[in-house]
């Protein structure tokens, strides 16, 4: 069972997550937080700040391993492939930055 402070720890950072990452969509920003895939992504990247292995490789894998259904669930693609470069560098600093701040 997580503690208070772990699942403290998570929303912290699926706020981050949610007020500062968003999805690419015909130029149209559409924020984490709004999509409501703020908190399982911080639950899957904080193994990642937790053992100190944050990379662009890792990060990306976690994204890749999210399906974001389009089109009522007629199309399905990657988290990966919806996040423009500038989101993937921000979402990195972001993670680098709570590490060093926990």
């Known amino acids: 069972m997580a503690t208070p402070n772990a699942s ?38 904080m193994p990642m700040i ?4 944050i990379s662009e490789d890792n990060v990306t894998k976690i994204l890749a391993d999210i399906p974001i259904k389009l089109g009522g669930g007629r199309k399905t693609v990657a988290l990966a492939d919806l996040l423009p470069m500038q989101c993937l560098v921000n979402l990195i600093d972001l993670l680098e930055d709570y590490q060093r701040d926990l």
């Open 50 to 53: 937790a053992s100190d292995d």
């Open 8 to 45: 403290e720890n998570i929303e912290a950072l699926a706020a981050e997550i949610g007020e500062n990452i968003y999805m690419d969509i015909a130029k149209w920003h559409l924020y984490l937080g709004v999509a409501k895939l703020h908190t399982p992504l911080a639950e899957k990247l």
